[in-house]
């Protein structure tokens, strides 16, 4: 408690702040939320500690006010540790938790509307569609346009036009507080299984003892990891606690909000990237009062003003979206592992395929380790085979239209007959392959010209849907030329995107019902709870997505699995390559076989005997996760060895160049360490931004961030160049 007139450090959510001094005009405590003015504005910091700036008493401002709220003292030694190893500032952590701006002002007053679905006279058009979805995705609660432009992704014209033709509806001026008084009850009568017990018994165990720990729920697909961690979350929060549920955003679906609803009684306190100001509002408010105790979200949920946290269950802990690597870099399945040591509590990992970083925690014998062997009620593991392309190749197909074109085919005449008996037995086909668009490279026939974005260096794909060459790094969007720009040859189109397999499926199966699956087609939840709804009525035969699928879907009548390309992915530079697409594939298998049916899995490949795809076949988890071990141990990589990038990047090629001379002269000198660089970024320009890169690398037991911290203070960046510390980076592009 610090008195009335105590001088206390604030500190503020800024990426450079590390703390002001300012005058408590009240008593109030560490970690209190507090009003402060910087440079006559007010901003909302918390209380940080004793003042240590030595400044002059005339100079030191007053805290204008003392929220009744306040972070605990395990969530201040958590911003602390955390600043500490991601070399973020403290103000930039705190961002990370204060990033609702209107937290503590009232409601604002402003224009709300309601959508009218049955408008008369109004016309439904694609971007109408994607207005519709946003509100589905809010519970059809009243918006304002600026809201609804954010989470349809559409433009002020198309608000207006909406509301112009009664489709948006002026209603309430002020937005209500929502509340969240959600009454949870273990309403769902699960009778676990033998082995999904013994699971859920040693969670239950350690929740009832309280302190810090992690387990491992590791269970193939559908073997009811979910309802063993809802045994958990039971458990905590009846026990008066709040429990935090991590979710990668694309396993955010309806299927799983219907079964927590079912299990719970009511629906969860769903947070992620596509909420209304007011939603945010409302539910950081309502973590903040204590109010809301279960939220499932995705990882910046972990920065929610927890009060009495008492578990923390994360979800596809391998999945890579918890690696957040703009504004703050930082792993959110290991920043959420630190927070509960802090706080002594229970963490539950859940996957089916565990990420390196785990196992190795788990024969270290950190974490614990429950192993859930058979799928729920007997569904059998698909088979897994694999298609050797050398000896099966594609056919040509022929498109109907009037000019017959043949075009060079990417399923394997085997595929095509297994998809053919799949179909003649009324049951589901999922085709995957991860690449968007019609065709990666677009290509002169003559000279070798390649279409490539001007403000980054790769390469165009073609879009059919949209009519246009489109950069998958910055979105940037071109007419494709009917000639090529250099020398007037003719232009081909090169290698198979999503769209182009969906031509040729329509070309090979006139008479299936297809649907695509992309972020392209998916631009919203609710489209893809549309092709959930139409696959589930059995109203779709071939689905043919990208990864967006593989996770949590669970559709009983989807028998056959087609990768098209699994070697995409073997061949990366990046040494979690074999880890990821192992897993990868994994999930994808895991589709196929949920019901009564056997389900198969079928994977085109030049290489039938990469170790990956022997290992994936022949279910040999284990041993892959083995193999791959030992040899990132003999290389140090991690988990067996720590790295830390630098990525410089500057629209002046010469500065950025100069100054990684600079950086490289400054290099520190220590035994075991090695810094690698500077090097020209994989993607070497970016939006226009030149990128190098420098890599520090060193044992598990080296301190990295110190040295690092001592490298940099010997430079001075110049203005235009931007420097990125990416803490145990997961991309090394
Ligand atoms: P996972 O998360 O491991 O992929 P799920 O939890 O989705 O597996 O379970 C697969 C299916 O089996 C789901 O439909 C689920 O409702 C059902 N299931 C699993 N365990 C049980 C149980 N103990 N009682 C009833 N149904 C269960
Ligand atoms: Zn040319
Ligand atoms: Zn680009």
Redesign the pocket.
Known sequence: MFNTGTVVKVILPNVVNSGYDYRLMSDADLGNFVRVTVMNRPYIGIIYGIGDSNLPPEKIKNISEVFPYKLDVATLQWIQKMSEWTLMALGGVLRLILNVPDAFNPPRTEQLYSYDADAAGAKMTPRRQMVSDAFELNGNEPMSASDIQNIARVGLAVVKSMIAQGMLIPTVVRPRAQSFAYKYSDIGNIELNAEQRTAADKIGQDIARGGFSVNVLDGITGSGKTQVYFDSVWRAYSAGRSVLLMMPEIALTAQFMKRFESRFGAPPVVWHSNLTAARRRDIWRGVMTGEIRIVVGTRSALFLPWQNLGLIVIDEEHDSSYKQEDMGNYHGRDMAILRAKLANIPVVLASATPSEETMHNIELGRFGHLVLRSRYGGAEMPTIETIDLREHRPDEYTIKSETEDKRTGALSPLLCSEIQATLEKHQQVMLFINRRGFAPIVQCKKCGWVST?P??S?GMTYHKKLGKLL?H??G?MMTLPNVCPDCGGDISMRGAGLEKIEEEVLARFTNARTALVSSDTMMSHGALERLVTKMERGEIDIVIGTQILAKGHHFPNLTLVGVVDADMGLFGTDFRAAEHTFQQLFQVAGRAGRGQNPGRVLLQTYQPSHPVLMAICAGNRDEFLHNDMVARAAAKMPPFGQLIALIIESKKENTLKKFCDELAHAKPNTNGVRIMGPVMAQIYQV?GLFRMRFLVAGDEKALLQPLVELWLSRVQAPANVRLKIDVNPQSFM
Do not use: G, N, P
Request: charge should be positive; glycine fraction near 0%; include cysteine.
């Open positions: 974005c403000d980054c790769v950069c790094i910055c940037r939006r």
